[in-house]
């Protein structure tokens, strides 16, 4: 072999290898993503279910708010497709946009119901209403927390693929860009 030939193989093994670094980076910023969104995904689910508890409760003593209760179960299942639709690619940035509004559109609509239900004291006095309003209370915190964590992993996985010399090889390993809740 020519000294020309061992230099060309030696350029493509140093290519070959920083390209497979860059990959494994990509990659483990990607897990970063999928175990920010579990913790998310456990609260959106710990939420639903509190939701749901409230909602069989206060079905019948708020029976004049139909329409608002309706309303927060309708949010509710549109949440729960955008959230199916995140747990199939976390990483993916329209559907975590659309998880997004999603909850903004849930989250107004709970702020309405917490009102109603407060509006009742013999409603805040039932545990059957109570232990759920709790919940969903402390989910809003929960939520932020995750959702800060979620958006943190997220920035640092777009920040890796948008670096050079990385962002050469996104099309070629299908770095897409992230969303943000």
Known sequence: MTDAVLAWAGVLALLGLWMLGAHNRITALRA??????????????ARGKALAALLA????????????????ASAQTQLQLAADAVRRTPVAHDAVAELGKADAVLGALLVRLEALVEQQPALLADPAVAAPLKVLRD???????????????????????????????????????????
């Open 32 to 45: 970063a993503i999928l175990g920010a969104w579990s913790q998310v995904d456990a609260v959106l689910q």
């Open 57 to 72: 409760a206060a079905g019948a003593p708020l029976a004049a708010e139909s329409a608002a209760l309706e309303a927060v």
């Open 139 to 181: 989910c809003r915190a929960q939520l932020g927390f995750a959702r800060q964590l979620f958006n943190d992993a997220g920035a640092a996985y777009n920040r890796a693929t948008q670096q050079f010399p990385t962002r050469l090889l996104r099309s070629v390993l299908r770095f897409g860009q992230a969303g943000r809740l």
